[in-house]
């Protein structure tokens, strides 16, 4: 319950496109939705079933946007679930203007600005779809190699190593892990480390911020069945 639920609160996001490309991308959407919002209120002709109809579907666009800042990945797909929300409001924009060529004229802006923005990174129209954290996930070739097929443990924020190996031990977060990883002290955390290595042993522990020391100290199987290869690196011992 609480690898579970705290990651919900704890806003570690994963960005894979940079703020500004999403703020260009959604610039366009969100001007007409402003738009068909002082459009509404001005019209003011509903009757009671359309009036209802219209908060009821404002409040399920405020959920939808509740969502993606609960969502762990930065992506543009994350925005999908605010299409049909933004098509229903977007629709009333389009309908309460009396005018038609003007609803042509409005409609085509609108497709067309929304087409350039979301494309035009594809086409370098506009360099804007370059990956914020690119060096985050990619590997250079040959990388890690020499831990394929081994169960590892990364104490830290690095997954690169789990691309040819076996992960062991449930300390696969380290946002989540560090809550119990660094505090030793507390009888708790010291259960969970234990549990948590006595039912899947890594072969290899990459450890990133020194907490295996501290670890060993409190921990007597521990101590006996990881040797220091190289800092930062312990190895099981072979029994």
């Known amino acids: 319950m609480y690898s579970a639920l705290q990651p919900l609160f704890a806003g570690y996001q994963h960005w894979y496109v940079s703020y500004k490309y999403l703020l260009v991308m959604m610039s366009v959407p969100v001007f007409f939705l ?17 009036a209802r109809l219209n908060q009821s ?3 399920f666009l405020l959920f939808a946007v509740g969502t993606i800042f609960l969502n762990d990945a930065g992506t543009p797909n994350t925005y999908f679930i605010l299409v049909p929300f933004l098509s229903y409001f977007l629709s009333h924009l389009f309908l309460l203007i ?21 494309f035009g990174g594809v086409f370098n129209l506009i360099d804007l779809t ?5 060096k985050d996930y990619f590997l250079k070739s040959g990388e890690y190699q020499e831990y394929r097929n081994s169960k590892i443990l990364v104490i830290g924020s690095n997954l690169k190593p789990y691309q040819y190996a076996k992960m062991a031990t449930p300390f696969l977060n380290w946002n989540i892990s560090k809550k119990v990883l660094l505090r030793p002290n507390y009888y ?17 522990i990459l450890d990133d911020h020194e ?26 011992v072979s029994n």
């Open 211 to 236: 907490v295996m020391p501290s670890l060993q100290e409190k921990i007597l199987p521990l101590r006996e069945s990881y040797i220091l290869k190289s800092p930062g690196v312990y190895k099981r």
């Open 57 to 59: 579907t404002f409040v």
């Open 34 to 50: 402003l738009g068909s919002f002082f459009k509404m209120a001005a019209s003011g002709r509903f009757n009671n079933f359309q």
């Open 130 to 134: 370059k990956p914020l954290f690119s």
């Open 98 to 118: 009396k005018r038609r060529f003007i609803v042509e004229i409005s409609f085509a802006v609108f497709l067309a600005t929304l087409v350039i923005t979301n």
């Open 188 to 204: 708790d955390n010291l259960t969970l480390v234990l549990k948590g290595f006595k039912e899947d042993m890594p072969d290899i």
